[in-house]
């Protein structure tokens, strides 16, 4: 493992239950670099009046204050680049507070913003915009929304944040966003043409993310935590996720 230079960075992730073997990736990428992975399993309270999608949020604002820098991770989400560190990213963005991709308009249905994989910054701009995204009246943005600008609506956090940065004067700072290309950390499986370690992050989308990773996994020689089979053999105490088999 490398010796932590630069800002404090952790990379949080939650689920309420295990569909992927994401928690594993996620721990040997943070232990090459010398950040602080946290998967939090423990349960939030959602706010009454949002999804659980939000739940991403209660568990960003439990942590922010840890770190200067915080990288949220979804459970579907896996680094398959591992020698990209999130420093470069931020290096690149200095003023930036959060640092986000958009998706990929490939297949048609986009997304201005993902949510599912983004650097937060420890600022007090930063802890405003994780309170203000969770106080947001849904109703009110949805009304707000532009399908031509922002993509399909989510009903979620995702849209929430757009929202808050789009419309709240507070966050009405230059710089005080960073829209990366999809390139960067929020790959499908179809962008993988040259090995399953082509590309930084690998985010699936849909349902049965379970079978999606493991039928990636096959196509392209890896282990079901999408890292090379020897490394995985050789950890313990991994609880692996109850995935279906194939119907």
């Known amino acids: 493992m490398s010796e932590p230079t630069g800002p404090r960075v952790g990379i949080i992730s939650y689920c309420d239950r295990l569909r992927t073997n994401a928690h594993v990736n996620h721990e040997l990428y943070a232990r090459a670099h010398g950040y602080t992975y946290i998967f939090d399993i423990a349960p939030v309270a959602e706010p009454a009046q949002h999804k659980n ?45 959060i640092i986000f991709c958009a998706s990929p308009k490939d297949t048609g249905l986009w997304t201005w913003m993902s949510s599912g994989t983004m650097l937060i910054r420890n600022t007090e701009l930063g802890r405003k915009l994780i309170d203000a995204t969770i106080a947001t009246d849904l109703a009110k943005a949805r009304e707000w929304w532009d399908d031509s600008v922002y993509g ?96």
């Open 53 to 97: 999608f939000f739940l991403k949020l209660a568990k960003i604002k439990k942590f922010l204050p840890l770190f200067d820098w915080l990288f949220w991770i979804d459970d579907d989400a896996f680094f398959t680049g591992r020698k990209t560190t999130l420093t470069s990213f931020i290096e690149a963005h200095p003023d930036a507070t």
């Open 152 to 247: 399909y609506w989510t009903g979620g956090d995702q849209d929430a944040l757009v929202y808050q940065m789009m419309t709240n004067p507070d966050f009405a700072v230059e710089g005080f966003y960073a829209q990366l290309d999809y390139t960067a950390f929020n790959c499908r499986p179809r962008h993988f043409v040259a090995g399953g370690f082509e590309h930084f992050v690998l985010h699936f989308t849909g349902k049965d993310k379970g079978r999606q990773s493991l039928d990636f996994a096959e196509k392209w020689g890896m282990s079901e935590a999408l890292t090379y089979k020897k490394e995985l053999a050789n950890l313990r105490g991994l609880y692996p996720a109850d995935i279906p088999p194939r119907e």
